[in-house]
């Protein structure tokens, strides 16, 4: 674990006047199939049956370790449900179009990407198994997306319960919720971006991260930025972003009153509506969630969590021909979950 993110637990301890005492004090919130994807590709780990189990043991790993580090008063590991990109191909169908459809991501272990996919389907079915025997909530909504789940669950913790939550993922999308309550690990970097990070990184309020985002486009999800607007022409042209909160109306107000001077402004003008529309796509400060899935959701922050499964955990271990991937496991899952619910 970095030591950006020990120095950070070091200052959330110093200014807590007493331990923990509720589930919503201290929250990890894990982007599963992100902390997965991750594990998967990295380890080029067998069983002594030959069946790749790199991203089912890392993501086990990488659990423990952060649980270790964070101490959290609960655990939640959020997945994308079935059809998970409905809503935003409604509003945008490029939307994630293409993506890694045509790489196999090791090809020392799979000779095919369908191998390869058989592969990661049968670990994260299977990892699912393994979370269900530990005090964790797992959750996962049709046609919803983790990052909306994970963005509630933010959200309604610092809102209704004043606690903190620790996001844990790759996916800068995340940087728009960050407050003093909301913070994001970001494993790729091993860095914890806080807001002073996301303004010295970025040149920009982590409130204003959002319309960053929009304005600059993401390719890894079929997202058109501003064609010409890059990082430092973003700061050049709209030094407000840095200095306080504004809205997406205003960047627009600003760019009809200066179209003449650059460019990037009337391009901005004329792109209005694309611009608001990939604005509501990358949205995670209003989620895309029916009323129903948030019920859902603040159900289960009011929920007890499961009980730690141990033997149940043990079977599936051996089972599987995990050996060495967790030292001492017993100890881990003693270590690791037995404070937890």
Known sequence: ???DLLSLLDDVQENENSLPKSATDRVLLIDGLNLFFRNFA???MVNPQGIHIGGLGGFLRSLGALIRQ???TSVYVVFDGVGSTTNRKNLLPEYKSERNITRVTNWKI???LDEEHEAKIDQIVRLMHYLKQLPVKLIMQDKTEADDIISHLAQTIDKQYNGKSFIVSSDKDFLQLINNNIVVYRPIEKRVYTEELVKEKF???ASNFLIYK???GDASDKVQGVKGLGPKKVSKLFPELEISPITLDKIIEISQEKYKDNTIYSRI???ETDLKRNYEVMNLQQPMLT???KTEIEELIKSTPPTLESKLFMDLYNEDGLGGMIRNVDYWLKDNFSNLG
């Open 1 to 3: 674990m970095s030591k």
């Open 42 to 44: 990295m380890l080029n």
């Open 203 to 205: 040149n920009v309020l």
């Open 70 to 72: 964070i101490q959290p």
């Open 269 to 271: 003008v004329v792109g």
């Open 214 to 216: 929009t304005l600059l």
């Open 110 to 112: 799979f000779d095919s």
């Open 291 to 293: 009323d129903a899935d």
